[in-house]
């Protein structure tokens, strides 16, 4: 097994990518990617309906350019992976039939990938890949979560958001700012060249029944509320909005907490190795920040390549990859596999078994 063709389907990107396993390293062969986004920006956030009809219309042409980018074709290959969770229904139907289908008519296997666990993954096709055991901040558009890997691909989730992802966050309050969807790039441009500690703002912890903090735990509901305040205030003296201001004094309390809790759990957790993956993780003060306070505590940080932290397929290859190779446990998935709009990370292993869970 040395070369598969990997899709991902989940949400508002179409993707396809070829993967190779080569000397024990992963090398994306190809990667392209049709983003929806502006399209369903037009409406205020994703459409479904939309979404599965994209996915059906692009995955023809990317799987095509794919293939041809890496001067290959479908016979060349050893298997076929695509995202099945979690996800919008009818958008991952979009990648997994058409998965299913190619592996079914070529007679080559198919691998149902977790889409979290393809974010983790992408770390991997980093120059230099982690070895577990380490602790991954997973930062995306609807998560935000500290999960502890070991070896054999097991997985222990140690830190959540009670409420918004930090991506939904910078998405909600990049809309309250009258900034573009979506809202993280956004803001980060416009940040650049603010001032960071012009507004004190709240960095959102959560209380335990009995008293205290849980210490590894986010809310960032507080903060988009004093984000609102902020901008209403303005709005009623009249005043144009301070928006360099605004973006770089959120996005570094953001930051701030993102980094301090991570860290914390780290340190806590006597791991000495911290990997960053999804699409808040291309933030670049988040990127330097964690880099340079994980140094000062003696912890070494992986950060995904920028070009595979939102969403792509080439880590969608990057975690089939692991399954088959990494993980004595696991094999194929069964081409009876459907989607499922949710499945616990922690529950991964069926899916890559012959007996489907869904
Ligand atoms: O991982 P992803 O592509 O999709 C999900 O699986 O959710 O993440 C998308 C999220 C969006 O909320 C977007 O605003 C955020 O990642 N994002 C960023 C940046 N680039 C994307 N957030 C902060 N800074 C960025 N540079
Ligand atoms: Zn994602």
């Known amino acids: 097994m040395s070369k598969l063709l990997a899709l991902e389907t989940s949400c508002d990107e179409s993707a396809a990518a070829v993967v190779e396993l080569r000397e024990g390293r992963l090398h994306v062969l190809?990667?392209?990617?049709?983003?929806?986004?502006?399209?369903?920006?037009?409406?205020?956030?994703?459409?479904?309906?939309?979404?599965?009809?994209?996915?059906?219309?692009?995955?023809?042409?990317?799987?095509?350019?794919?293939?041809?980018?890496?001067?290959?074709?479908?016979?060349?290959?050893?298997?076929?992976?695509?995202?099945?969770?979690?996800?919008?229904v009818?958008?991952?139907m979009a990648g997994s039939i058409t998965g299913r289908t190619l592996a079914a008519l070529h007679d080559r296997p198919f691998v149902g990938v977790h889409h979290l666990e393809a974010h983790l993954a992408s770390v991997h096709l980093a120059d230099e890949?982690?070895?577990?055991?380490?602790?991954?901040?997973?930062?995306?558009?609807?998560?935000?979560?500290?999960?502890?890997?070991?070896?054999?691909?097991?997985?222990?989730?140690?830190?959540?958001?009670?409420?918004?992802?930090?991506?939904?966050?910078?998405?909600?309050?990049?809309?309250?700012?009258?900034?573009s969807y979506p809202g993280g790039p956004a803001i980060q441009d416009v940040a650049v060249n603010g001032d960071s500690t012009r507004?004190?703002?709240?960095?959102?912890?959560?209380?335990?029944?009995?008293?205290?903090?849980?210490?590894?735990?986010?809310?960032?509901?507080?903060?988009?509320?004093?984000?609102?305040?902020?901008?209403?205030?303005?709005?009623?003296?009249e005043e144009p909005l301070p928006l360099a201001d605004l973006a770089a004094s959120f996005e570094q309390v953001v930051v701030d907490v993102l980094v301090q809790?991570?860290?914390?759990?780290?340190?806590?957790?006597?791991?000495?190795t911290l990997v960053m993956v999804g699409g808040v993780a291309a933030n670049q003060r988040l990127r330097r920040c964690m880099h340079a306070q994980g140094s000062q505590q003696g912890v070494a940080v992986h950060l995904a390549p920028l070009a595979y932290c939102t969403?792509?397929?080439?880590?969608?290859?990057a975690a089939a990859f692991q399954r088959l190779h990494w993980s004595a446990m696991c094999g194929f998935s069964s081409l009876q596999l459907g989607v499922s709009a949710r499945w616990p990370l922690e529950n991964c292993a069926p899916l890559y078994q012959s007996n489907p869970p869904f």
């Not at 219309?57 to 980018?69: F, G, K, N, S, V």
């Not at 969403?311 to 290859?317: E, K, P, R, S, W």
């Open 90 to 92: 009818g958008a991952l």
């Open 129 to 179: 890949s982690p070895e577990p055991p380490y602790l991954v901040l997973l930062v995306s558009g609807g998560h935000t979560e500290l999960i502890r890997v070991d070896g054999d691909c097991s997985m222990e989730r140690l830190g959540r958001s009670h409420d918004d992802a930090a991506g939904e966050a910078f998405d909600k309050v990049a809309r309250l700012m009258g900034l």
């Open 261 to 272: 809790r991570s860290l914390r759990c780290c340190v806590d957790q006597s791991l000495s």
């Open 311 to 317: 969403d792509n397929a080439a880590m969608v290859g």
């Open 199 to 237: 507004f004190s703002l709240p960095q959102g912890r959560v209380s335990k029944p009995g008293g205290g903090f849980y210490p590894y735990d986010f809310s960032f509901s507080g903060l988009k509320t004093a984000m609102l305040r902020q901008v209403e205030a303005c709005k009623r003296a």
């Open 30 to 88: 190809a990667h392209r990617i049709a983003s929806q986004i502006e399209e369903h920006a037009q409406w205020g956030g994703v459409v479904p309906e939309i979404a599965s009809r994209r996915h059906v219309e692009a995955l023809p042409h990317l799987i095509d350019q794919a293939l041809d980018d890496a001067q290959l074709s479908i016979p060349d290959l050893d298997a076929v992976a695509s995202t099945v969770t979690p996800g919008l």
